[in-house]
């Protein structure tokens, strides 16, 4: 189990009628924190991780000899088997063994396999930052050593004495994570000409996330941090605003501070419902914290108010005053609980499935994405800068995409060849005209 205090959190077991800690535990929170500058939600997946492993290796003793990685292979194959621990209680009244399940996993995926062992090998990296060496000769005798040290970790204690680095100065070796093979879809971002259908097909809610994420380039975590206080009905502009953050929104307050004082919201509270990994903002945009940019911005931005009436009437909305607990985000479930980006993701499958069938379109696009409506307003700038030759529209998506760096943009502006065609064809035309007018 996990326990949090004020400087970080430790890792607990319950083992042998007794509670004990995983060595070093509390120190490597902190470092992931401070050190690493990891996420709270980060630090707690890769916590979670090495409590399953080492929970697992309490009641999986090492073979004779076994290396550090083999030792790692085992587990990777109980985690893609999935597993249940159990130990036996005695029942002080009546004098009866019960078996009781101590912990549990489900089969997973590779890719979910190799961010298990990412977390664990955290920790290791964290001993051996910390003047730690693994000794193999202890892990061969690490079940003996639990019983009486109740740790995992009694065989690591080794300071790196002038002996000790001549004698086992190698380098810890970790069990190389799955291959995973790569995505063959050859296209990245949604097709922009069928962005119209996909609005058309889905439900109010949806289309005001399709259109932020693919008329304005916002990602899915920025796209739900959006509040009913940061739509300017009188001017037609919509700000997204870091929930973490003391930017200032359109009222003058600063959002992290206007949460907290007006509804409660610890936005750096632990485990709250506002806090979940997939509404992390990360990042601004646009990157000079103004209103959004939109592409097409009479089709889509006037598409986007009118939907936004549609929406706040349709039975999917929750209005704010009777909202429990009160929250002023925008979108939200029949209940009023937050939309979360797993939900809308199915639902973006769903209206791309629907799209793909009523246009008749021939390319494979299943694999695509909410992700990829980010990438189609990258591309469709590309575009228009191949037609036109204005070189601010790679600054100005710069700043529209929220890229800090001019690397990020410039991925997209490696122009397509059948742009490129397009391009020499109709400027060979210009010059072929022009030239024929001079005769």
């Not at 970790?153 to 004495?161: P, R």
């Not at 932020?212 to 009905?233: E, F």
């Amino acid at each position: 189990m996990l326990i949090t205090c004020n400087k970080g959190i430790s890792i607990k077991a319950y083992f042998d009628d007794d509670i004990i800690t995983l060595d070093d535990s509390l120190e490597w929170s902190i470092w992931l924190k401070n050190i690493r500058d990891v996420a709270d939600n980060t630090r707690r997946t890769f916590m979670k991780s090495m409590e399953r492993f080492w929970m697992w290796s309490l009641y999986n003793p090492v073979a004779f000899d076994e290396k550090f990685p083999s030792y790692q292979a085992r587990y990777r194959e109980a985690l893609r088997d999935g597993f249940k621990i159990f130990t036996r209680i005695k029942d002080e009244e009546f004098g009866d063994e019960l078996e009781v399940e101590i912990c549990s996993c489900s089969p997973l995926q590779k890719i979910t396999i190799n961010k298990e062992l990412a977390g664990i090998n955290s920790y290791f990296y964290f001993t051996e930052e910390h003047d730690l060496l693994y000794d193999h000769r202890f892990v061969n005798h690490l079940y003996e050593k639990q019983r009486s040290a109740k740790s995992f970790l009694s065989g690591i204690q080794i300071k790196k004495s002038g002996l000790a680095l001549e004698a086992f100065g190698q380098k810890i070796k970790y069990l190389p994570p799955y291959k995973i093979p790569k995505n063959n879809q050859t296209e990245k971002w949604f097709p922009m000409e069928l962005f119209d259908t996909l609005l058309e097909v889905s439900k109010p809610r949806e289309r005001l996330i399709f259109l932020l994420c693919g008329a304005c380039s916002a990602r899915i975590g920025q796209a739900l941090n959006l509040t009913l206080y940061d739509i300017d009905y009188e001017n037609q502009e919509v700000w997204l605003l870091d929930s973490k953050s003391d930017n200032i929104d359109i009222y003058g307050n600063k959002r992290r501070v206007w949460l907290k004082d007006d509804y409660g919201i610890d936005m750096f509270q632990e485990n709250h419902q506002h806090n979940t990994s997939d509404l992390q903002f990360k990042y601004p945009i646009p990157f000079s914290n103004g209103p959004l940019f939109w592409i097409n911005e009479d089709k889509y931005k006037t598409l986007f108010f009118e939907t936004l009436q549609a929406y706040q009437k349709s039975d999917t909305y929750t209005p704010e005053m009777i909202r429990h607990p009160r929250h002023p985000f925008l979108f939200t479930t029949k209940s009023g609980k937050r939309v979360h980006a797993r939900e809308t993701l199915s639902r973006f499958k769903s209206s791309m499935r629907k799209t793909v069938k009523k246009m008749n379109y021939a390319k494979d696009i299943s694999d695509l994405g909410l992700h990829s409506l980010r990438h189609m307003f990258g591309h469709a700038m590309a575009e228009i800068y191949a037609r036109v030759g204005d070189d601010s529209l790679i600054s100005i998506t710069k700043d529209a995409m929220g890229h800090a760096n001019m690397d990020s943009t410039m991925i997209y502006f490696n122009i397509s060849s059948d742009t490129k065609r397009a391009t020499i064809r109709r400027l060979t035309k210009d010059i072929h005209s022009k030239s024929m007018i001079n005769v």
